[in-house]
């Protein structure tokens, strides 16, 4: 096993209400996980799941009711700075002064972080999130985009080995999200541990190697990215026909066909059923002009462990 970036060990966090018992929120239910160095780890789960409690927890803006956290080696109970001082956030919201430019903000930032003038990697950090070029513009005149990418900027100045996004596309258009995810790679090239929660698969599916599911506090799964997905089950087969001439007789135990316009699709269960069957029936019935297949996603596997 790699080297260990993070852990919690029976994590939890219970929001109390002072006033009425009956309305506090467990929002971490013993929280079990462990991020390893170089990783690209998925935190999954609904809104309310408890992603931000848990990031907000290491940041030290949340404190823990109970269980252990433990960053880098180093346990948040004993050094919460050194702690805050191995991570860098990225928060959901944009929060920065829009009249400074970003390499000033950046400055400032380090400044912050006690990061000497001589330490600093101002520049180098603005040239991975490929705003080189508007080091000096105002940052409110930055697109939505470029703001996201200042936003992890600021969260790298202390350079810090893992850099934690929480929800990071959020209202960030497809060509925005793209380049930022391609920079967010390229810094894990470069050895940064990334931690990054959404509530959108596609998004996990597409960026990280491993993912943990949450679901009201509870982790419901944890595993590669590649195993969750051979945990779908469902698959789907899709032809384009032409001179189909009696879709009744498109039968097949264990396997549902569908039919729209020049469209026949095969949903079916790859334990009980083989593609070859079922290609083999469509094709006794009508001409196959084109064939498609859909592995399914892991929005198959979420609705199930989170319903459940
Ligand atoms: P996520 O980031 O996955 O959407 P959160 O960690 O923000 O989830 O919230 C988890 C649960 O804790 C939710 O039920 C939310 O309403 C509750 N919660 C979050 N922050 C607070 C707070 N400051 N006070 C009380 N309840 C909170
Ligand atoms: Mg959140």
Known sequence: MNKIALSAENLTKIYKNNNNVDKSTLALNKLNLKVECGEIFGLLGPNGAGKSTFINILAGTVIKTSGKAEVWGIDLDVNPRQVRASIGVVPQEINFDPFF???KMLDLHAGFYGVKKNDRITELILKMVSLEEQANSYTRSLSGGMKRRLLIAKAM???PPILILDEPTAGVDVELRKNLWSNVKQLNKLGVTIILTTHQLYEAQEMCNRIA???KGNLVALDT???LLEQIETKKIKFKVKNLNNF???ILNNVKFTKSDDEIIATYDKNKSGFEKIIAIVKENAEIMDISTDDGDLED???KLTNG
């Open 225 to 227: 990215t590649k195993k």
């Open 157 to 159: 100045v202390h350079q």
């Open 301 to 303: 596997i979420f609705l």
């Open 248 to 250: 009744d007789k498109i």
């Open 213 to 215: 599911i949450i679901n």
């Open 101 to 103: 430019s970003p390499k």
